[in-house]
């Protein structure tokens, strides 16, 4: 049983997305609804493509929602629509994300004696010798402390 609060918050939330005010008063039985977003499969590919048709969905507004949150709405998609898919796909075009930032590679650093790798740290061996690509703890010296206060 619908109340008129829950009544209230689903009629707010399908006129967020664009339908009619008295969408909850004069709903069709079935519905053709319209990707506003590119379906992709677990490898990425492109399933069903943004502004594909699906016919003879429920048209009751309870559906209506869900099918909405998920991208599927009863008109198709335009340059002018506000939906949040169709904001993300003009958003996300080629020319304006952004270039990506080179990362120069850490030197490799070798344990020289008694403990103390090449760059001047003390390193201590990993907690389990087993592991191959284990990385080394680096700890400042006493010298290197005193030469950074002074």
């Known amino acids: 049983m619908t109340t008129q609060k829950s009544r209230a918050q689903l009629q707010e939330e399908l006129r967020s997305q664009g339908y009619a005010w008295d969408i909850l008063s004069n709903w069709q039985p079935k519905v053709d609804l319209y990707w506003h977003v590119d379906q992709r499969n677990q490898d990425g590919d492109t399933v069903k493509p943004r502004g594909a048709l699906v016919k003879n969905m429920p048209g009751n507004p309870d559906s209506l929602a869900r099918y909405s949150r998920r991208g599927l709405l009863a008109f198709p998609p335009t ?72």
């Open 79 to 150: 340059d002018t629509c506000r939906c949040k898919g169709c904001r993300e796909a003009r958003v996300e075009t080629p020319e304006t994300l952004a270039p990506a930032v080179s990362v120069e590679p850490l030197p490799e650093h070798k344990v020289v004696g008694d403990g103390l790798c090449a760059c001047g740290f003390k390193s201590e061996a990993p907690k389990r010798p087993s592991r191959k690509n284990a990385v080394y703890r680096h700890i400042r010296t006493t010298a290197q402390t005193a030469g950074a206060a002074a």
